[in-house]
C-alpha cells in the first residue's frame, strides 16, 4: 500500500511563497493537482520517477518548480508569485505502476490527504 503525507499548506500574501513536501512510502511516478471550491480537481505539476522529466499546467509554469529528492523519497512544490486564484486544496498523487506519468487524474492510484493553500489579496 502506497502511503502519501503532504505538508506545507497555509496561509499566505499575494505575490509570496510556499513549498509543499509529499512524503511517499516509495519511488513513484508523482503528480500534484489542486481543488478549489466547487470546483474539480486540476492538475498541477509532474515529475518522472527518475526526475528527469516534469511538466506543468499553462496557469503555473514558470511560477511553480517540481523536484524529487529520491533519498528521501519526497516530491516538492516550490510555488511563487502566488496568486488568489492559486487558492485551493493541494493533493500529491503516485502512479505506482509507471516511470513517467500523465496529467489526467485517472492514472494516479494512491492520493495524499492534501493541504489547504489560501492566497490573500
Known amino acids: 500500500q502506497v502511503q502519501l503525507v503532504e505538508s506545507g499548506g497555509g496561509l499566505v500574501q499575494a505575490g509570496g511563497s510556499l513549498r509543499l513536501s509529499c512524503l511517499a512510502s516509495?519511488?513513484?511516478?508523482m503528480g500534484w493537482f489542486r481543488q478549489a471550491p466547487g470546483k474539480e480537481r486540476d492538475f498541477v505539476a509532474r515529475i518522472s520517477r527518475s526526475g528527469g522529466i516534469t511538466y506543468y499546467a499553462g496557469s503555473v509554469k514558470g511560477r511553480f518548480t517540481i523536484s524529487r529528492d529520491n533519498a528521501k523519497n519526497t516530491v516538492y512544490l516550490q510555488m511563487n508569485l502566488l496568486k488568489p486564484e492559486d487558492t485551493a486544496v493541494y493533493y500529491c498523487a503516485a502512479n505506482s505502476r509507471e516511470t513517467t506519468t500523465t496529467s489526467y487524474t485517472a492514472d494516479y492510484d494512491f492520493w495524499g490527504q492534501g493541504t489547504q493553500v489560501t492566497v490573500s489579496s
Open positions: 516509495g519511488r513513484y511516478a
